[in-house]
């Protein structure tokens, strides 16, 4: 094979970039193929042919070609062909002095220096800096400690502004010499903006040599995460690091990376404060951009007096105190903020070099995200950027709004302004840097920006006429409508008015502007078979993002049926489209939707290609990593002329496995089509997916189970399986739902299901869904098929159904259940009312005296359930004498109930009247009713009348009642003692013979009561 093309795209990403090589190669003489290879460096690349067979090299040009403007569309671009960048910033400015320069340069002279006293002389030496005048360097080294430190600092920073190498040795010198630490500071930093490379990098050396063990190692491992915990807050390593970061890209972003998160607080202050004067001093926007963007939005500390030193110091006092814990104050926070504006707003007026990059740097660390909401209070409107000083001095210097005296609030009143008109400061600037302005565009996260930029740059209608279409690509597929608007004009001037060609028409539908996707489909709409002809543009539309722009890609899709081979060609684009569709923005979110609207188009329009389409690609579809386009992969196979007998078992083994459900149901659907002498010997699996918690996999599974049910030896293998899940709790809902739905339909004639003693092991299950298949089977049984026990355990059960049924067997056969009473009365064990009262009125209805037996009644009355005692009652007042109540008293009476205790009482007089054995017997019943405190008052007193009237028939009686009242005397309270003596006095005078169980004393008298007999 000859390589004879070859194109190499690239298309950088938030998280890397995805490069793709578009090759035209001839594979035997006069035949020739195309293939695309994309992918990421460190992973994989996929390859795939847009040549399914070879063609000649005029269709292979085209389709070479059709790939690469596509590619482009989607957003790749030659990675020869950088973006713009921001301007750099020069040293110093080489050109012809101004007026002004030279009235600061006549200062320097003899004369009209010595005339000047030492703040205007700082003030000159200041101003030479401001407008980098290196023809002064040789006169300020002269004046080096020829004046006070302020003079000196003045110098250095000067100096250090000019970029005269030639005044490096006397910035050195001044570092070692001076007694102020700030002009040190300053020299020092003079010096390595004109050291060179080699110097800057041992003095680097010098300083991470000298850092503690743990810092210097964790630095040449280059590990982010641990360094900056080494750091921490000291201000002297932030500063040492700042001077490493000039020769270190590593140092760099490691210092970027602090900055971003060091408090602003007593201790790293004092080293943001001189990396904020040093970024100045460089014009080293980035760094100078961040801090001032940090002041704004980070609260000051509180201004309040502070206890130091024995007494109470003011917060800036405090500040200037070596062990200080103030810093950040509100005046120094409004210092600073208003120091920002004046070094931007100098370096504009005197059209600088370095202002385009350092407001640039500005701009850019302005994002939505961080913008207020929009208020008015007290007839000011403040909108959602009212609170970003720097933004409002930049863009909206000329907008007629006015600011707060802290200039951190920015606002206008209530009549509307003209949006269309430009209010950025120092405009002439700006409109001669118009790339600037597309960096805003291509790299801003603020929609005020945007604004500013696509007004700003409209103007220059040159610059627009020469925007390269990759440019205008990115340009319209920005989130933000002023930009994506500002693309569609210059794009719409490019073709008009004869129309966008197809080119023209790709960057279109993907644009973000919705004016823009509706323009493009008017066209569209005007000549369907015109565009219809071009595979790459219909392949686009199926494609794109926006659900609107999909569905006209339907009718191109319809209107290419008619055009031969064109089917076949948008079917090979999709696969190369879903191939590499992973590396689109945002894949995970958008290539969902897009797939759905895939499979309608190749299950309708494109339904005849797309069951031809090469079988190889779709099956490496399935395999994505994307579940939406393996869930597509899984359909199409559906649709495919291969018979999924054909499928390879791999592949359908591990679409059954996929995490994703809606993959997993598709497989199940393609597992189902298999021939049914394939599943027969799958009918494990098949039962596995019937038990699934999927509800799509179980529904795709519905016909298979359907099919198999007819064969007896299939559908009694699945019963088990299908049986257990019964038994077990619910994996999801629904599941139970759908096997009763399978086990009383399809599966329904199953012999099983004719057992009974399946159904008693239904009805005992814990499991609901055993109970409800029981529910649904006991309407094919007859009640003799079960023993009177198996009625009432079923007049139990939780399930309405079979309580009735087990109602229906007790009314139709009342014989066996008078014949096995024991097992009948356990229906008064049932936790259902409705059982409770059939059961009362059942056997108070059909049984007779003969059926009752004192056991039952006993076991009645002793039951549980109030109901039940009381059924239990009425049938012994009903049936039973007083010649037959003794045993049942005998009984009755060990109840604890009170209720029972009181029908006890009611037949002691015919029960045991008379006679001292029973009597005996009965003594725990009499200690139980007699000991009850505050409770049953009307048994008690019956009990204690009974027991008075019986001790005076016999004395042997009266021996049993006094033992119980002579225990019950000192037991009781003080209300029922009286009647207990008062039954032991009656009990002594009418039998004197027995012993005395109680000793009547007359009370003694006191001393002071005889005197008073007396």
Avoid at 332 to 345: A, K, N, P, Q, S
Wanted: charged share 25%; with cysteine.
């Amino acid at each position: 094979m000859k390589l004879i093309r070859k194109t190499g795209l690239l298309r950088r990403q938030k998280d890397g970039a995805v490069h793709c090589e578009i090759e035209l190669c001839e594979s035997t003489p006069g035949r020739y193929l195309v293939n695309v290879r994309q992918g990421r460096i460190a992973a994989d690349w996929r390859e795939s042919a847009l040549t399914a067979q070879p063609v000649d090299l005029d269709a292979a040009t085209r389709l070479f070609e059709r790939a690469v403007a596509e590619r482009i569309a989607q957003g790749f671009a030659d990675p020869a062909a950088a973006p713009p960048a921001a301007p750099a910033a020069p040293v110093a400015p080489v050109g012809a002095l101004t007026e002004a320069d030279r009235a600061v340069l006549r200062r320097l002279e003899r004369g009209s220096w010595q005339l000047l006293d030492q703040a205007q002389r700082n003030r000159t030496i200041w101003r030479i800096g401001e407008r980098r005048l290196r023809a002064a360097v040789p006169t300020l080294v002269e004046q080096i400690e020829r004046g006070d430190a302020m003079q000196d600092y003045c110098i250095a920073w000067a100096i250090g502004r000019c970029g005269d190498a030639g005044a490096a040795i006397a910035m050195r010198e001044l570092h070692m010499r001076s007694a102020t630490d700030a002009v040190r500071r300053v020299a020092l930093l003079a010096w390595l903006l004109l050291a060179s490379r080699d110097e800057r990098m041992r003095h680097a050396q010098a300083l991470t040599d000298a850092w503690p063990d743990a810092l210097r190692s964790a630095f040449t491992r280059r590990d982010m995460a641990a360094l900056p915990a080494l750091f921490d807050t000291d201000s002297v390593l932030l500063e040492q690091l700042d001077q490493v970061a000039l020769c270190d890209p590593f140092a760099r972003e490691l210092l970027l990376a602090l900055l971003r998160q060091v408090p602003l607080e007593a201790g790293p202050f004092r080293a943001v404060r001189h990396l904020y004067k040093a970024a100045e001093l460089r014009a080293d926007g980035e760094v100078f951009a961040l801090l001032q963007r940090r002041f704004e939005t980070t609260p000051h500390q509180p201004d309040r007096y502070l206890w130091s030193q024995g007494r109470y110091v003011g917060h800036a006092q405090s500040a200037a105190l070596p062990e200080t814990t103030a810093a950040y104050s509100v005046r120094t926070r409004h210092y600073l903020l208003r120091r920002g504006w004046r070094t931007l707003r100098r370096l504009g007026e005197q059209d600088d070099p370095t202002f385009i990059p350092m407001a640039l740097a500005q701009l850019e660390q302005l994002d939505d995200r961080a913008a207020s909401q929009p208020s008015r209070r007290g007839g000011r409107t403040y909108d959602r950027y009212a609170h970003w000083p720097m933004f409002n001095h930049l863009l909206r210097n000329h907008a007629g709004l006015r600011s707060s005296r802290s200039g951190l609030a920015w606002y206008g009143s209530d009549e509307p302004r003209q949006e269309e008109l430009r209010t950025e400061a120092f405009r002439e600037i700006w409109d001669r840097h118009p790339e600037a302005l597309l960096t805003l565009m291509r790299r801003s996260r603020c929609a005020g920006v945007h604004d500013f930029a696509a007004r700003a740059l409209a103007d220059n209608h040159a610059f627009c006429a020469s925007l390269a279409i990759g440019v205008l690509r990115d340009l319209l597929r920005s989130p933000y409508e002023a930009t994506a608007r500002f693309a569609f004009t210059v794009a719409r001037a490019r073709f008009e008015p004869t129309g966008p060609d197809a080119d023209w028409l790709m960057l279109l539908v993907l644009a973000a502007l919705p004016q823009a996707r509706e323009y493009a489909m008017e066209w569209i709409g005007r000549d369907p078979a015109r565009y219809a002809a071009d595979a790459a543009l219909v392949t686009t539309i199926l494609c794109a993002p926006d659900g609107a722009v999909r569905r006209h890609g339907w009718i191109l899709c319809q209107a290419a049926q008619r055009l031969p081979g064109m089917p076949e060609a948008i079917v090979l684009r999709l696969f190369d489209w879903l191939e590499h569709c992973g590396d689109v923005d945002a894949a995970e979110t958008t290539v969902p939707a897009i797939a759905a609207d895939l499979v309608q188009a190749i299950d309708l329009p494109l339904r005849s290609a797309a069951a031809r389409a090469p079988y190889e690609p779709l099956l490496r579809l399935a395999g994505h990593p994307l579940a939406a386009v393996r869930l597509l992969a899984g359909r199409w196979l559906l649709l495919h002329k291969m018979p999924v007998s054909g499928l390879p078992g791999m592949t359908l083994t591990v679409l059954l496995r996929d995490p994703d459900v809606d993959v997993r149901a598709v497989a199940v659907r393609l597992f189902a089509a298999l021939p049914d002498h394939v599943l027969t010997q799958q009918l494990d699996l098949v039962a596995s997916f019937a038990t699934s918690p999927d509800t799509l996999v179980r529904g795709a599974i519905d016909a298979v189970v359907a099919r198999l049910a007819g064969d007896s030896d299939c559908r009694d293998a699945l019963l088990p399986a299908l049986m257990d899940s019964l038994f077990r709790s619910e994996t999801a809902e629904g599941v139970h739902d759908d096997v009763l739905r399978w086990l009383t339909g399809p599966l329904g004639a199953a012999a099983q299901f004719s057992d009974p003693d399946l159904l008693r092991r239904l009805l005992a299950a814990r499991g609901n869904g055993a109970q409800r298949l029981g529910a649904l089977l006991i309407g094919r049984f007859d009640a003799r098929q079960f023993d009177v026990a198996d009625w009432a355990a079923f007049g139990r059960n939780q399930n309405a159904i079979v309580r009735r049924w087990a109602y229906d067997a007790f009314t139709a056969h009342p014989d066996m259940a008078r014949g096995a009473m024991e097992a009948a009365l356990r229906l008064f064990d049932s936790k259902f009312d409705d059982t409770r009262e059939f059961a009362t009125g059942y056997f108070g209805t059909v049984c007779t005296r003969d059926d009752w037996t004192p056991l039952l009644l006993v076991n009645l009355c002793d039951h549980a359930d109030p109901a039940a005692q009381r059924f239990g009652r009425a049938m012994i007042t009903t049936y039973f004498d007083v010649a037959d109540v003794t045993e049942f008293m005998l009984k009755l009476s060990q109840h604890p109930s009170a209720n029972m205790q009181l029908f006890v009482s009611g037949w002691l007089e015919s029960a045991c009247g008379g006679d001292a054995d029973k009597l005996r017997r009965l003594e725990p019943y009499f200690l139980a009713v007699l000991s009850q405190v505050n409770r049953g008052r009307v048994v008690k007193s019956r009990v204690q009348h009974f027991l008075r009237e019986q001790a005076m028939l016999s004395q042997e009686i009266a021996a049993v009642v006094s033992h119980l009242f002579a225990r019950q005397v000192v037991t009781v309270a003080i209300t029922d003692k009286a009647q207990y003596i008062e039954g032991l006095r009656a009990i002594h005078q009418r039998y004197p013979a027995l012993p005395p169980v109680m000793t009547i004393r007359p009370p003694a008298l006191r001393a002071g009561s005889m005197e008073e007999a007396r």
